[in-house]
DNA sequence: TAGTGATTTCAGAAATTTCTGAAATCACAG
DNA sequence: CTGTGATTTCAGAAATTTCTGAAATCACTA
Protein backbone atom coordinates (compact mmCIF):
# COMPACT_ATOMS: atom_id res chain seq x y z
CA UNK A 1 0.00 0.00 0.00
CA UNK A 2 1.37 3.45 -0.75
CA UNK A 3 -0.23 6.07 0.47
CA UNK A 4 0.15 9.35 2.64
CA UNK A 5 -0.33 8.09 6.08
CA UNK A 6 -2.77 9.98 7.13
CA UNK A 7 -4.96 8.50 3.85
CA UNK A 8 -3.71 5.05 4.74
CA UNK A 9 -5.07 5.40 8.20
CA UNK A 10 -8.51 6.43 6.90
CA UNK A 11 -8.82 3.82 4.13
CA UNK A 12 -7.74 0.73 6.29
CA UNK A 13 -10.28 1.92 8.85
CA UNK A 14 -13.02 2.48 6.04
CA UNK A 15 -12.23 -1.07 4.40
CA UNK A 16 -12.71 -2.44 8.02
CA UNK A 17 -15.84 -0.65 8.41
CA UNK A 18 -16.86 -1.87 5.15
CA UNK A 19 -16.51 -5.18 5.41
CA UNK A 20 -18.57 -5.33 9.00
CA UNK A 21 -21.26 -3.75 6.97
CA UNK A 22 -21.28 -6.75 4.31
CA UNK A 23 -19.47 -4.89 1.77
CA UNK A 24 -15.89 -6.03 0.43
CA UNK A 25 -13.06 -4.84 1.97
CA UNK A 26 -11.33 -3.78 -0.97
CA UNK A 27 -14.35 -2.23 -3.07
CA UNK A 28 -14.63 -0.12 0.31
CA UNK A 29 -11.43 0.84 1.00
CA UNK A 30 -11.17 1.77 -3.06
CA UNK A 31 -14.41 4.17 -2.75
CA UNK A 32 -12.28 5.61 0.48
CA UNK A 33 -9.49 6.52 -1.30
CA UNK A 34 -11.53 7.86 -4.22
CA UNK A 35 -14.01 9.63 -1.79
CA UNK A 36 -10.21 11.75 -0.10
CA UNK A 37 -8.29 11.91 -3.42
CA UNK A 38 -8.11 15.63 -4.92
CA UNK A 39 -8.61 14.08 -8.30
CA UNK A 40 -10.29 11.30 -10.32
CA UNK A 41 -7.89 8.52 -10.52
CA UNK A 42 -7.72 5.32 -13.15
CA UNK A 43 -7.98 2.01 -12.22
CA UNK A 44 -4.00 1.98 -12.49
CA UNK A 45 -3.33 4.33 -9.98
CA UNK A 46 -5.99 2.67 -7.62
CA UNK A 47 -4.14 -1.10 -7.86
CA UNK A 48 -0.88 1.23 -7.51
CA UNK A 49 -1.88 2.93 -4.12
CA UNK A 50 -3.48 -0.45 -2.93
CA UNK A 51 -1.11 -2.99 -4.01
CA UNK A 52 -3.51 -5.26 -5.25
CA UNK A 53 -4.38 -6.22 -8.35
CA UNK A 54 -5.57 -4.83 -11.57
CA UNK A 55 -8.24 -7.20 -12.34
CA UNK A 56 -9.43 -7.04 -8.80
CA UNK A 57 -9.40 -3.16 -9.13
CA UNK A 58 -11.71 -3.69 -12.23
CA UNK A 59 -13.83 -5.66 -10.67
CA UNK A 60 -14.67 -4.11 -7.50
CA UNK A 61 -15.37 -1.07 -9.79
CA UNK A 62 -17.78 -2.32 -11.41
CA UNK A 63 -19.73 -3.59 -8.61
CA UNK A 64 -19.43 0.17 -6.81
CA UNK A 65 -21.10 1.42 -10.13
CA UNK A 66 -23.82 -1.06 -9.81
CA UNK A 67 -24.35 0.80 -6.45
CA UNK A 68 -24.35 4.47 -8.39
CA UNK A 69 -21.79 5.32 -6.25
CA UNK A 70 -18.64 6.03 -8.56
CA UNK A 71 -18.41 9.09 -11.14
CA UNK A 72 -16.85 8.77 -14.48
CA UNK A 73 -14.52 11.16 -15.49
CA UNK A 74 -12.41 11.57 -18.87
CA UNK A 75 -8.94 13.53 -19.43
CA UNK A 76 -8.99 14.99 -23.29
CA UNK A 77 -6.20 12.75 -25.33
CA UNK A 78 -6.77 9.79 -23.10
CA UNK A 79 -9.06 7.28 -23.02
CA UNK A 80 -8.91 6.01 -19.84
CA UNK A 81 -11.40 6.19 -17.45
CA UNK A 82 -10.99 8.14 -14.18
CA UNK A 83 -12.70 7.72 -11.01
CA UNK A 84 -14.22 9.93 -8.17
CA UNK A 85 -17.22 10.09 -5.91
CA UNK A 86 -19.44 12.53 -5.55
CA UNK A 87 -18.54 15.61 -3.26
CA UNK A 88 -21.87 15.78 -1.28
CA UNK A 89 -21.42 13.76 1.49
CA UNK A 90 -25.40 13.65 1.63
CA UNK A 91 -26.01 12.68 -1.68
CA UNK A 92 -23.50 10.12 -1.05
CA UNK A 93 -25.45 9.02 1.93
CA UNK A 94 -28.64 8.72 0.21
CA UNK A 95 -27.29 6.88 -2.80
CA UNK A 96 -26.37 4.30 0.18
CA UNK A 97 -29.32 4.03 1.56
CA UNK A 98 -31.62 4.17 -1.66
CA UNK A 99 -29.75 0.95 -2.75
CA UNK A 100 -29.91 -1.18 -0.02
CA UNK A 101 -33.22 -0.25 0.89
CA UNK A 102 -34.16 -1.40 -3.02
CA UNK A 103 -31.52 -4.69 -2.40
CA UNK A 104 -32.17 -5.63 0.47
CA UNK A 105 -35.20 -4.23 2.61
CA UNK A 106 -37.66 -4.15 -0.41
CA UNK A 107 -37.05 -7.93 -0.79
CA UNK A 108 -37.19 -8.29 2.72
CA UNK A 109 -41.19 -7.10 2.30
CA UNK A 110 -42.21 -9.31 -0.26
CA UNK A 111 -41.33 -12.11 1.40
CA UNK A 112 -42.98 -11.52 4.38
CA UNK A 113 -46.02 -10.27 2.88
CA UNK A 114 -45.89 -13.86 0.94
CA UNK A 115 -45.22 -15.89 4.06
CA UNK A 116 -48.23 -13.84 5.52
CA UNK A 117 -50.82 -14.65 2.64
CA UNK A 118 -50.43 -18.43 3.40
CA UNK A 119 -52.40 -20.41 5.37
CA UNK A 120 -50.83 -21.56 8.80
CA UNK A 121 -51.07 -25.08 8.67
CA UNK A 122 -50.16 -25.44 12.52
CA UNK A 123 -50.73 -23.37 15.22
CA UNK A 124 -46.88 -22.75 15.31
CA UNK A 125 -47.22 -21.32 12.13
CA UNK A 126 -49.95 -19.20 13.32
CA UNK A 127 -48.18 -17.83 16.38
CA UNK A 128 -44.70 -17.38 13.67
CA UNK A 129 -47.45 -15.64 11.26
CA UNK A 130 -48.29 -13.00 14.16
CA UNK A 131 -44.40 -12.25 14.89
CA UNK A 132 -43.96 -11.78 11.17
CA UNK A 133 -46.59 -9.29 10.79
CA UNK A 134 -44.92 -7.31 13.61
CA UNK A 135 -41.55 -7.39 11.85
CA UNK A 136 -43.64 -6.11 8.51
CA UNK A 137 -45.17 -3.59 10.04
CA UNK A 138 -42.19 -2.09 11.88
CA UNK A 139 -40.32 -1.98 8.48
CA UNK A 140 -43.13 -0.68 6.41
CA UNK A 141 -43.31 2.36 8.98
CA UNK A 142 -39.60 3.32 8.44
CA UNK A 143 -39.67 2.46 4.70
CA UNK A 144 -42.52 5.15 4.60
CA UNK A 145 -40.77 7.70 6.69
CA UNK A 146 -37.69 6.84 4.69
CA UNK A 147 -39.46 7.79 1.88
CA UNK A 148 -41.36 10.71 2.93
CA UNK A 149 -38.01 12.47 4.14
CA UNK A 150 -36.05 11.25 1.34
CA UNK A 151 -37.88 14.21 -0.75
CA UNK A 152 -36.63 16.74 1.12
CA UNK A 153 -34.06 18.83 -0.08
CA UNK A 154 -30.91 18.32 2.42
CA UNK A 155 -31.20 21.59 3.72
CA UNK A 156 -34.43 21.28 5.25
CA UNK A 157 -33.64 17.47 6.21
CA UNK A 158 -30.66 18.51 7.80
CA UNK A 159 -32.77 21.15 9.75
CA UNK A 160 -35.64 18.28 10.72
CA UNK A 161 -32.52 16.29 11.76
CA UNK A 162 -31.12 18.81 14.15
CA UNK A 163 -34.21 19.30 15.74
CA UNK A 164 -34.72 15.50 16.71
CA UNK A 165 -36.73 14.97 19.59
CA UNK A 166 -37.70 18.84 19.86
CA UNK A 167 -40.17 18.64 17.09
CA UNK A 168 -42.88 16.45 19.57
CA UNK A 169 -42.81 18.98 21.77
CA UNK A 170 -44.03 21.19 18.85
CA UNK A 171 -46.62 18.44 17.92
CA UNK A 172 -48.05 19.02 21.47
CA UNK A 173 -48.41 22.27 20.70
CA UNK A 174 -50.10 21.94 17.69
CA UNK A 175 -52.62 19.26 19.16
CA UNK A 176 -53.34 21.96 21.49
CA UNK A 177 -54.48 24.69 18.74
CA UNK A 178 -56.24 22.51 16.81
CA UNK A 179 -58.04 21.41 20.42
CA UNK A 180 -59.05 25.24 20.47
CA UNK A 181 -59.71 25.38 16.75
CA UNK A 182 -62.61 23.08 17.08
CA UNK A 183 -64.21 25.34 19.80
CA UNK A 184 -63.21 23.05 22.47
CA UNK A 185 -61.36 23.59 25.59
CA UNK A 186 -58.11 22.63 25.94
CA UNK A 187 -58.27 18.86 27.29
CA UNK A 188 -56.44 19.42 30.94
CA UNK A 189 -55.27 15.62 30.96
CA UNK A 190 -53.44 16.17 27.61
CA UNK A 191 -50.65 16.68 29.65
CA UNK A 192 -47.23 18.12 27.50
CA UNK B 1 -33.27 -28.21 8.84
CA UNK B 2 -36.14 -29.31 10.34
CA UNK B 3 -39.07 -26.73 10.85
CA UNK B 4 -42.65 -25.72 8.91
CA UNK B 5 -42.03 -24.83 5.49
CA UNK B 6 -43.14 -21.19 6.57
CA UNK B 7 -41.12 -20.87 9.68
CA UNK B 8 -38.01 -22.19 7.18
CA UNK B 9 -38.91 -19.45 4.86
CA UNK B 10 -38.80 -16.72 7.25
CA UNK B 11 -35.40 -18.57 9.00
CA UNK B 12 -33.69 -18.69 5.41
CA UNK B 13 -34.19 -15.13 4.15
CA UNK B 14 -33.14 -13.75 7.79
CA UNK B 15 -30.24 -15.85 7.47
CA UNK B 16 -29.41 -14.55 4.01
CA UNK B 17 -30.41 -11.12 4.93
CA UNK B 18 -28.10 -10.95 8.42
CA UNK B 19 -25.01 -12.33 6.15
CA UNK B 20 -25.81 -9.30 3.51
CA UNK B 21 -25.11 -6.87 6.42
CA UNK B 22 -22.21 -8.65 8.45
CA UNK B 23 -24.20 -11.25 10.67
CA UNK B 24 -23.11 -14.63 10.47
CA UNK B 25 -25.52 -16.17 8.50
CA UNK B 26 -26.54 -19.07 11.46
CA UNK B 27 -26.11 -16.37 14.05
CA UNK B 28 -29.15 -14.49 12.29
CA UNK B 29 -30.97 -17.83 11.40
CA UNK B 30 -31.18 -18.89 15.17
CA UNK B 31 -32.41 -15.43 16.32
CA UNK B 32 -35.01 -15.67 13.41
CA UNK B 33 -35.70 -19.06 14.99
CA UNK B 34 -35.95 -17.64 18.51
CA UNK B 35 -38.29 -14.24 17.00
CA UNK B 36 -40.99 -16.78 15.78
CA UNK B 37 -40.89 -19.32 18.29
CA UNK B 38 -44.39 -20.25 20.61
CA UNK B 39 -42.08 -20.63 23.63
CA UNK B 40 -38.21 -20.36 24.37
CA UNK B 41 -35.94 -23.23 23.04
CA UNK B 42 -32.88 -24.89 24.39
CA UNK B 43 -29.50 -25.27 22.77
CA UNK B 44 -30.18 -28.77 21.52
CA UNK B 45 -33.52 -27.75 20.03
CA UNK B 46 -32.37 -25.00 18.02
CA UNK B 47 -29.20 -27.51 16.75
CA UNK B 48 -31.90 -29.85 15.78
CA UNK B 49 -34.54 -27.34 14.16
CA UNK B 50 -31.68 -25.87 11.82
CA UNK B 51 -29.43 -29.13 11.56
CA UNK B 52 -25.89 -27.73 13.02
CA UNK B 53 -23.88 -28.78 15.39
CA UNK B 54 -23.91 -28.28 18.90
CA UNK B 55 -21.19 -26.16 19.69
CA UNK B 56 -21.99 -23.71 16.61
CA UNK B 57 -25.25 -23.12 18.67
CA UNK B 58 -23.60 -22.11 21.87
CA UNK B 59 -20.87 -20.29 20.43
CA UNK B 60 -23.63 -18.23 18.01
CA UNK B 61 -25.38 -17.92 21.19
CA UNK B 62 -22.79 -16.50 23.25
CA UNK B 63 -22.36 -13.98 20.43
CA UNK B 64 -25.98 -12.79 20.67
CA UNK B 65 -25.96 -12.42 24.04
CA UNK B 66 -23.07 -10.24 23.67
CA UNK B 67 -25.58 -7.85 21.87
CA UNK B 68 -28.07 -8.02 24.21
CA UNK B 69 -30.25 -9.42 21.76
CA UNK B 70 -31.90 -12.70 23.15
CA UNK B 71 -33.18 -13.72 26.81
CA UNK B 72 -32.93 -15.95 29.15
CA UNK B 73 -35.33 -18.27 30.19
CA UNK B 74 -35.62 -21.58 33.16
CA UNK B 75 -38.13 -24.06 33.51
CA UNK B 76 -38.37 -25.74 37.17
CA UNK B 77 -36.81 -28.72 37.70
CA UNK B 78 -34.74 -27.94 34.49
CA UNK B 79 -31.17 -26.59 34.61
CA UNK B 80 -31.04 -26.20 31.34
CA UNK B 81 -30.73 -22.31 29.96
CA UNK B 82 -33.81 -21.63 26.96
CA UNK B 83 -33.38 -18.71 24.93
CA UNK B 84 -35.86 -16.10 23.77
CA UNK B 85 -35.89 -12.52 22.02
CA UNK B 86 -38.02 -9.57 23.52
CA UNK B 87 -41.13 -9.65 21.89
CA UNK B 88 -41.70 -6.17 21.13
CA UNK B 89 -39.97 -4.97 18.12
CA UNK B 90 -39.44 -1.47 18.55
CA UNK B 91 -37.14 -2.64 21.27
CA UNK B 92 -35.30 -5.11 19.48
CA UNK B 93 -34.43 -2.19 16.40
CA UNK B 94 -33.20 -0.63 19.36
CA UNK B 95 -30.95 -2.73 20.80
CA UNK B 96 -29.61 -3.38 17.24
CA UNK B 97 -29.02 0.24 16.54
CA UNK B 98 -27.06 0.72 19.97
CA UNK B 99 -25.38 -2.06 19.85
CA UNK B 100 -23.78 -1.04 16.11
CA UNK B 101 -23.24 2.59 17.03
CA UNK B 102 -21.06 1.90 19.91
CA UNK B 103 -19.07 -1.06 17.94
CA UNK B 104 -18.95 0.49 14.51
CA UNK B 105 -20.17 4.07 14.59
CA UNK B 106 -18.68 5.46 17.67
CA UNK B 107 -15.16 3.89 16.98
CA UNK B 108 -15.49 5.72 13.23
CA UNK B 109 -16.12 8.91 14.97
CA UNK B 110 -12.77 8.50 17.01
CA UNK B 111 -10.60 7.66 14.35
CA UNK B 112 -11.82 10.64 12.44
CA UNK B 113 -11.34 13.13 14.87
CA UNK B 114 -7.74 11.27 15.45
CA UNK B 115 -7.08 12.09 12.01
CA UNK B 116 -8.36 15.34 11.89
CA UNK B 117 -6.06 16.02 14.51
CA UNK B 118 -2.69 15.45 12.66
CA UNK B 119 -0.80 18.16 10.93
CA UNK B 120 -1.31 17.47 7.07
CA UNK B 121 2.16 16.84 5.52
CA UNK B 122 1.17 17.52 1.82
CA UNK B 123 -1.57 18.98 0.19
CA UNK B 124 -3.19 15.76 -0.87
CA UNK B 125 -3.36 15.17 2.86
CA UNK B 126 -4.79 18.72 3.48
CA UNK B 127 -7.63 17.98 0.77
CA UNK B 128 -8.20 14.44 2.13
CA UNK B 129 -8.56 16.00 5.73
CA UNK B 130 -11.33 18.32 4.77
CA UNK B 131 -13.07 15.41 3.20
CA UNK B 132 -13.16 13.61 6.14
CA UNK B 133 -14.00 16.66 8.04
CA UNK B 134 -17.14 16.62 6.27
CA UNK B 135 -17.87 13.20 6.68
CA UNK B 136 -17.23 13.62 10.11
CA UNK B 137 -19.52 16.59 10.31
CA UNK B 138 -22.27 14.11 8.74
CA UNK B 139 -22.08 11.24 11.15
CA UNK B 140 -21.94 13.49 14.27
CA UNK B 141 -25.46 14.74 12.92
CA UNK B 142 -26.79 11.61 12.46
CA UNK B 143 -25.89 10.35 16.04
CA UNK B 144 -27.01 13.45 18.01
CA UNK B 145 -30.36 13.06 15.77
CA UNK B 146 -30.30 9.55 16.94
CA UNK B 147 -29.54 9.99 20.70
CA UNK B 148 -32.39 12.50 20.91
CA UNK B 149 -35.16 10.63 19.62
CA UNK B 150 -33.69 6.95 20.96
CA UNK B 151 -35.02 9.12 24.31
CA UNK B 152 -38.59 9.09 22.76
CA UNK B 153 -41.09 6.74 24.23
CA UNK B 154 -42.10 4.04 21.63
CA UNK B 155 -45.21 5.79 20.70
CA UNK B 156 -43.99 9.21 20.08
CA UNK B 157 -41.44 8.03 18.11
CA UNK B 158 -43.77 6.09 16.12
CA UNK B 159 -46.01 8.98 15.70
CA UNK B 160 -42.76 11.26 14.62
CA UNK B 161 -42.17 8.61 11.86
CA UNK B 162 -45.62 8.42 10.88
CA UNK B 163 -44.99 12.38 10.38
CA UNK B 164 -42.75 11.94 8.42
CA UNK B 165 -41.48 15.20 5.75
CA UNK B 166 -44.90 16.83 7.05
CA UNK B 167 -42.77 18.00 9.76
CA UNK B 168 -41.30 20.56 8.06
CA UNK B 169 -44.84 21.55 7.23
CA UNK B 170 -45.19 22.61 10.53
CA UNK B 171 -41.61 23.87 11.69
CA UNK B 172 -42.15 27.01 8.62
CA UNK B 173 -45.66 27.44 10.64
CA UNK B 174 -43.33 28.12 13.52
CA UNK B 175 -41.26 30.45 12.00
CA UNK B 176 -43.99 32.39 10.66
CA UNK B 177 -45.26 32.20 14.65
CA UNK B 178 -41.76 33.57 15.59
CA UNK B 179 -41.45 36.19 13.36
CA UNK B 180 -45.24 37.47 14.24
CA UNK B 181 -43.90 36.96 17.94
CA UNK B 182 -41.55 39.01 17.27
CA UNK B 183 -43.62 41.93 15.84
CA UNK B 184 -42.50 41.61 12.32
CA UNK B 185 -44.38 41.19 9.37
CA UNK B 186 -44.93 37.94 8.18
CA UNK B 187 -42.22 37.64 5.29
CA UNK B 188 -44.10 36.81 2.33
CA UNK B 189 -41.27 35.49 0.74
CA UNK B 190 -40.62 32.88 3.22
CA UNK B 191 -43.60 30.39 1.05
CA UNK B 192 -44.28 27.19 2.68
C1' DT C 1 -15.67 -36.80 46.48
C1' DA C 2 -17.38 -39.10 42.38
C1' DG C 3 -20.81 -39.08 38.93
C1' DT C 4 -23.93 -37.01 35.59
C1' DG C 5 -25.44 -34.19 32.13
C1' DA C 6 -25.28 -29.67 30.21
C1' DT C 7 -22.18 -26.31 28.18
C1' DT C 8 -18.01 -24.31 26.29
C1' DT C 9 -13.66 -24.34 24.07
C1' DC C 10 -10.66 -24.81 20.39
C1' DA C 11 -7.70 -27.01 16.79
C1' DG C 12 -8.35 -28.39 12.54
C1' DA C 13 -11.80 -29.30 8.54
C1' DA C 14 -15.01 -27.43 5.41
C1' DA C 15 -17.15 -23.83 3.09
C1' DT C 16 -17.23 -19.41 1.36
C1' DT C 17 -15.35 -15.29 -0.23
C1' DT C 18 -11.91 -12.76 -2.27
C1' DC C 19 -8.08 -12.18 -5.29
C1' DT C 20 -4.94 -13.03 -9.11
C1' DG C 21 -2.70 -13.78 -13.64
C1' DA C 22 -3.36 -15.25 -18.11
C1' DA C 23 -6.21 -14.96 -21.84
C1' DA C 24 -10.01 -12.74 -24.18
C1' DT C 25 -12.24 -8.62 -25.54
C1' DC C 26 -12.69 -3.99 -26.74
C1' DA C 27 -11.85 0.63 -28.77
C1' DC C 28 -9.52 3.13 -31.43
C1' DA C 29 -5.47 4.79 -34.74
C1' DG C 30 -2.89 4.15 -38.57
C1' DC D 1 -7.40 -4.97 -41.59
C1' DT D 2 -3.55 -4.79 -38.02
C1' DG D 3 -1.37 -3.18 -33.98
C1' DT D 4 -1.59 -1.07 -29.45
C1' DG D 5 -2.96 -0.35 -25.06
C1' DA D 6 -6.69 -0.31 -21.94
C1' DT D 7 -10.19 -3.20 -19.78
C1' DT D 8 -12.75 -7.32 -18.53
C1' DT D 9 -13.41 -12.10 -17.67
C1' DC D 10 -12.87 -16.19 -15.30
C1' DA D 11 -10.72 -20.57 -13.59
C1' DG D 12 -8.16 -21.68 -10.07
C1' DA D 13 -5.25 -20.05 -5.86
C1' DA D 14 -5.22 -17.82 -1.57
C1' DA D 15 -7.26 -15.96 2.32
C1' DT D 16 -10.85 -15.66 5.43
C1' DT D 17 -14.76 -17.15 7.79
C1' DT D 18 -17.55 -20.57 9.58
C1' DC D 19 -18.39 -25.02 11.47
C1' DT D 20 -17.52 -29.37 13.80
C1' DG D 21 -16.28 -33.14 17.04
C1' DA D 22 -13.56 -34.35 20.77
C1' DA D 23 -12.01 -32.95 24.99
C1' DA D 24 -12.32 -29.83 28.84
C1' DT D 25 -15.06 -27.38 32.02
C1' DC D 26 -18.87 -26.43 34.84
C1' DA D 27 -22.82 -26.99 38.07
C1' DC D 28 -25.03 -29.64 40.65
C1' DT D 29 -26.38 -34.23 43.22
C1' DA D 30 -25.86 -38.05 45.89
Redesign the interface.
Known sequence: MNL????Q??VL?FGE?G????INRTVSQIYALL????QPLCAEEIADALGISRSNVSMSLRELQTWNLVLLRHRPDDRRDFFTTP?D??LI?RTLAEERKK??VDP?LS??R??LM?R??????R???E??S??H??IE??T??YD??K??ETE?L???????????K??EA?DRVISLGRGRRPNPANKS
Chains 1, 2 share one sequence.
Open positions: APLVSFHMSRWGYVSPDVWLRETVLEIQPASEAEHAQRMEMALQLHWDVQLRATLLSLGAKVTLLK
